[in-house]
């Protein structure tokens, strides 16, 4: 929009860089150019203001695909104006001379046949197929195609118009074709995620079978390591009960000895004391064998006296005492 400076009986103009000014003065041109700032007579004056930037059309073209089937497409068509002058001949720009609007809606004018070109171009791109290959086209191929047919379009040119590109959104089916469309895609997702699922599912049980052979392998390892222990017990105590009964078995036979020594020394000591009893027996009844027997009974008699116990009263008989006086008579 151009900023418009009043001032009695005469005005100021000064426009943006992006915008075209063409200026009539009594239908003859007097200014040209984008960005310009000039003095003008609102009387005699015609201004017209051209945008020079680009500028985007949104379109939804809908059509009937090759096999009847409804299809949308939304499209964004970006253009400019390289020809201000054909432009401002073809469409009206002028503005207010007060206000620096615009008087009517030029971009409205533009933007009819572009909508149209475009619609038309969507649809020959796109009819001619069926939908579910129409669904697949490159988008970016379908906008390069686009643009040239666009950029072809006489109509177009003939506003001073150039088409610099144009976009394809998602081209969508109708809602329920959609979804019956997404089934076969949805069903093989749902089937892969199925088999994710088994899969897990089944190394979640060999993972359990494998945790089981090993806790079965442990106690397998576990009662064989019991049994050795058992064994190497046993071996371990018998060893020792061998070991006791030799130690036991040594000390017996040590007793024994000491025991057959002692008694060896013994029987010695005994028997040299019998021999030396016997030997002074022998002497004794060597000593005495040419003494009288009175004097061995007299001995005898003392030997006696002397291993009696005490005698505290003798009765002294007739009887005893003849018989007395008679041994002592006999033998003289």
Known sequence: MATITSAPFIRHLSAAPTMHVQHLHRGALRHAGAGQAFWFRPLDAA???????????????????????QLSAPVTVTYRIVDPALAAQRIDFSIDLRTGLWAEQPLDAIAAPLHGAATAAVVHLLAA????????????????????????????????VEIVGVRFALL????????????????AIQQDADKATFARR????????????????????????????VATRGRNARIEAEQAA???????????????????????????????????????????????TTV???LAMRELAGNLPAIDHLTVTPDLLNDLLGRLGGSR
């Not at 359990?208 to 064989?224: D, T, W, Y």
């Open 47 to 69: 201004i017209s203001e051209i945008p020079m930037d680009d500028r985007e059309l949104s379109v939804v073209v809908a059509l009937r695909t090759a096999d009847l089937q």
């Open 129 to 160: 197929q069926p939908l579910e290959q129409a669904l697949l086209s490159d988008l970016a191929t379908l906008g390069a195609r686009a643009t040239g047919i666009l950029a072809a379009d006489v109509r177009l040119v003939d506003l001073g």
């Open 172 to 187: 969508r089916a109708e809602p329920d074709v959609e979804r019956a469309m997404q089934t076969p895609a949805r069903e």
């Open 202 to 229: 089944a190394l979640a049980v060999e993972r359990e079978a494998a945790i089981g052979e090993n806790e079965l392998a442990n106690q397998v390892e576990l009662a064989r390591r019991q049994e050795e222990l």
């Open 246 to 292: 030799a130690a036991s078995a040594i000390a017996v036979e040590a007793e024994a000895g000491r025991i057959r020594t002692a008694a060896e020394a013994q029987a010695d000591a005994a028997r040299a004391t019998g021999e030396a009893a016997a030997a002074a027996e022998r002497a004794r009844m060597d000593a005495v064998r040419d003494v009288p």
């Open 296 to 298: 061995l009974t007299a």
